[in-house]
């Protein structure tokens, strides 16, 4: 029961007390809005490369944008108590790790899945794109399933910003790698053989995929393995997230650099 | 002579600055290759290929719109948090000679943007470097910058009044970039767009560039990215003006 309050109060408290900063002058424009034209930018950069259907570029880039508040927001929930000198009480308190860090995981996936919905929404109303009411729930569980896999990526980050300072500049690399490597807006087939090679391993290329195949129609058993896949990877970089917290909570306890910020 | 030296000791000092800064060089150099790689493989992969070079200024011009935009939207900001704005008002010089060197830097600091996204092209994406009129590349280049810079001191002197900055330079990165055809075609826009793309010096800048680089006559540009530098001068002289009027009335220069 314990750490079942520590992984839904905390990650809720949590979350609610390290974004006291996110009124809705900054989310709006960031979260709402910015994604927003991250698509319009795309679709009409394609439409100028005669590439691919503006379809294409507004379900890439609305799943792809869950990665800003994916990203940041792991990094601030963990990171973030470096800054506001709590991380050291956290630390020292007996409460059990897993559902300590797991549980701010939630609060995050929500937010990023909101955000990816309504850019996919605000996208497909703006373009005219149409896709088939059946779609709906299943682009929803493809949508949860990709911020989920995201905020793994998010837990790694967070633990590297116990040991980076500049830790946003690394956020805003990340990014963009994720711009170029999960077919957002390059089909994975155009790209380099090395570069599709690390296009299957990281968080968002599967979704995405599976998110085109569903807005044009596809039942959802037909892409249930790239969900599964996508599921999978998103575990692995949460448990690797997780391990490498450990570690990076270990180091800063031996270098007393718990809280070098 | 000493509005000169001013400016150009200013510009020196925060271009040094600005590029000791992590999140400067992110802005400046990263991205735009990112951008630039993301473009590139489109316009490679497309039914409309087009010139690599024209995407390299492109995304090279993306950066120098971000470098300016986070650097001059948040320049007072900043003056603020390191409790160096009041020395800056109360300094004899005017404000805008001090934060037009600033808003300057932030626009020459997006020169390595273009320097990068140019490298980055010719290195791994065969892009082409030969410029068609070198000298009027070479005039294009710093009458962009200070379009720009000076667009950026609107920035600076309007911003002001919203209390989170970063928010709105962040909501203004992507439409800017859009609307003054860095990577698009204005064609391909709605109608409406075009005149709003006219009284932005980036459209200027970048169709200089172009004109230079590719084929064309760039003058005609030069000539409107100068003339608009000489409107936004005004409208920041304006608006800091009535800025620092309102900060000394109520006593809100120190406030964080």
Known sequence: VTSLRIFAIGGLISYRALFYWLSV?????????????????????GRSAGLESDKFYVVGNAIQYAAVPCLFAMTQLIGGEKY????????????????????????????AAFVAAFSLTAGCLILGVHIPASAFIPLALVIVVA?????????????????????????????????????ANVPISELPGWMQSVSDVIPFTHAIEAARELADGAPFSSVSDLVGTELLIGFVYLCAGFALLRFMEWQGRRHATLERS | MSVLRLIWAGWKFHVKSLTLSGFFLLTSIIQPIIFASVAYFMFEAGARPGTLLYVA???????????????????????????????CIAVP????????????????????????????????????LEVAHPAAFVVALPV????????????????????????LSNLLEYPVWLVTGLLVSLSLLPGWVAPLSWLLAPTWGINALRESAIAGNAWPEIGMCLLLAGVYLVIGYFLLQHFERLARERATLSLT
């Open chain 1, 25 to 45: 002058w900054i989310y709006v424009p960031s979260l709402v809005l910015a994604p927003i034209f991250q698509i319009l930018l795309f679709a009409y950069i």
């Open chain 1, 84 to 111: 506001q000198n709590t991380l050291g009480a956290i630390l020292v308190s007996p409460a059990p790790r897993l559902p300590l860090f797991f549980g701010r995981t939630i609060p995050v996936v929500l937010n």
């Open chain 1, 147 to 183: 911020a989920f896999s995201c905020s793994g990526l998010g837990m790694i980050n967070a633990a590297l910003s116990l040991r980076i300072r500049e830790n946003a500049v690394l956020t805003n690399v990340i990014f963009g790698f994720l711009l170029i490597f999960t077919g």
């Open chain 2, 57 to 87: 200024l492109g995304a090279g011009m993306m950066g120098i719109w971000s470098s300016t935009l986070f650097g001059s939207g948040g320049a007072i900001q900043w003056q603020r948090w390191q409790g160096t704005l009041e020395y």
């Open chain 2, 93 to 128: 010089p005017p404000f805008l000679l001090v934060i037009v060197p600033l808003t300057l830097a932030t626009a020459t600091i997006g020169l390595y943007s273009l320097t990068a996204t140019l490298l980055w092209g010719w290195l791994f994406f065969d892009v082409p």
């Open chain 2, 144 to 167: 962009t910058v200070v379009g720009l810079g000076l667009l950026g001191l609107v920035l600076a002197s309007t911003f002001i009044l919203y209390r989170n900055a970063n928010a």
